[in-house]
């Protein structure tokens, strides 16, 4: 009706319908710019919401599952699924900002302005303009269209590039510590493969780590791209590693090396800086003060420094593990009390991040790697790796 009237008023609506069509544009370039181009975790409302959205359909869904399994088939389409969602997302919004656009400047009504919006984002040129400031839009539009989704594409390439690269990694790791994985599963077949418990290359797997770690900071997404198997899962694989090297320091009766302190230290700070980027999506800010390899390594080396944190593990557990060790032939240390304390003080550095991202995640319910949002029709229970259940752990 308004639009139909005359005077200042139909003036007034068209050049307010063309200042919300450039702010609208404005805000997808924004979003679509920092989602897929800046290198840094960037937080748009736009990009907040449809993750949003997507999980919580995703996880409706879950919770009707019958078993683990079946609910890890359908968590793993989250991730691709809200990528595609930003694509479609982001196009619709820049064609309704241009049809905007296309109604403010005049000349036009709704229908026609959606067309031509359409015509100009798909370079199909249906919809000719006319007025000069009509084409200079149309020909923006034509170059938005092409230039998001060749971005898209390159975005798509990156995202698989880094998943490739880390999936690789934690297939190889799985040889040493089961599947699911555990840290002292991966301590006994260390032992078993090579006569030594320490036989790891720690140089390589920090390398990994890091590599992880920037670009699961840099593209959040990542984190909700599963693992090929439904026994294997990033955040209990790097856990595990983690696991295994605590244990080494702690309670192996074998000379230390200084590059497990370092490893500790990456190992703490890429859980501690995914998970609040994690925290970050879901509204809690990104705040990474304080977060430095350099402090973790401070507190790791200090050894008389009392247990602060939570390990994530109780005693019984460590007794528990401490057993099977023993069993399969692995040289502990006689002083358990102290060995215990040692393995407490270095998991805390670590585990309740991993346990925070295990549980959001809904990663294989591994040992010691926390507890799992509860589910409609199952319990979720502890799946344990082969050696582990050959030794009988895990059936009480």
Known sequence: MLAAAGGWEHVAWRLGTLALGVWLLWAAIRASVGMMLVPRPTYTRLSLVVELVAKRVFRSFARRSRNYFALDRLLAAQGPATVLFLLALFLAIFVLAFALVFYGIGGSDWLEAFARAGSGMTTLGFEPAKKPLAVFFMFLAAFMGSTIIAVFIGFLLTLYTAYTAREAGVSELSLLTGE????PEMVVRTQRISDRPDSVSIGKWISWMCAMRVNQYVYPLLNHFRSPLPERHWVTSLLAILDAVSIRLAAIDLPSDPSFVRFLAEGADTMHML??????????????????????ESEILSTDAPVSGDPCVTRGE???????????????????ETAWRTFARLRAQYAPPACFLAGVLFAVPAPWSGSRPPMKHFTVRTIWPQLARKAGLGKC
């Open 180 to 183: 699911p994985a555990w840290g």
């Open 275 to 296: 998970r609040r980027g994690e925290s970050a999506r879901r509204g809690s800010g990104d705040d990474t003060e304080g977060v430095t390899a350099w402090r973790f």
């Open 318 to 336: 460590w007794d528990e593990a401490m057993k099977f060790l023993a069993e399969s032939g692995v040289p502990l240390k006689a002083d358990r």
